[in-house]
């Protein structure tokens, strides 16, 4: 008389199966997830000092960052240079008083709003704060 018996039953595979794929599902879920979590509170990413703030109303950029700024009517204002469509950075033409990304073609007025696709968002404005006589700039919680 012989008895068949296999090495593993039914219930120890489907089990197995079972906790694999709930490991595989967490690993790809996590990446997701950080993806997806809001930002926490911004860096000061750059400062200049509030002597060295030009007083003008046209944009101008902060030497290599993405940071352009100019003294309006409300005060100091800074625009986070990113295009909105795909990040590519956008540079400011005073000639046609609008924002443009080389990258696809969006345009955007001198506030930043979109006036020309693919883009639709507007361009974000960095947060500027006054401190001990600087201007601390903010990176967008993007």
Request: net charge positive.
């Given at each position: 008389?012989?008895?068949d018996?296999?090495?593993?039953?039914?219930?120890?595979?489907?089990?197995?199966?079972?906790?694999?794929?709930l490991?595989?599902?967490?690993?790809?879920?996590?990446?997701?997830?950080r993806?997806?979590?809001?930002?926490?509170?911004?860096?000061?990413?750059?400062?200049?000092?509030?002597?060295?703030?030009?007083?003008?109303?046209?944009?101008?950029?902060?030497?290599?960052?993405?940071?352009?700024?100019?003294?309006?009517?409300?005060?100091?204002?800074?625009?986070?240079?990113?295009?909105?469509?795909?990040?590519?950075?956008?540079?400011?033409?005073?000639?046609?008083?609008?924002?443009?990304?080389?990258?696809?073609?969006?345009?955007?007025?001198?506030?930043?709003?979109?006036?020309?696709?693919?883009?639709?968002?507007?361009?974000?404005?960095?947060?500027?704060?006054?401190?001990?006589?600087?201007?601390?700039?903010?990176?967008?919680?993007?």
């Open positions: 008389m012989t008895i018996q296999s090495l593993y039953t039914r219930r120890q595979v489907l089990g197995l199966g079972r906790k694999t794929l490991v595989l599902g967490v690993g790809c879920l996590y990446p997701v997830s993806f997806l979590r809001a930002k926490e509170n911004s860096l000061a990413v750059a400062r200049i000092a509030s002597s060295e703030m030009p007083l003008n109303i046209s944009w101008q950029r902060l030497g290599q960052t993405r940071f352009w700024l100019r003294q309006g009517n409300d005060g100091v204002e800074a625009m986070w240079a990113s295009c909105t469509h795909l990040g590519c950075e956008v540079s400011y033409d005073s000639v046609q008083d609008q924002w443009i990304c080389p990258c696809h073609g969006s345009r955007f007025d001198k506030d930043g709003q979109p006036v020309l696709g693919p883009a639709v968002i507007p361009l974000v404005r960095a947060e500027v704060k006054e401190k001990d006589g600087f201007y601390l700039l903010h990176q967008p919680a993007v």
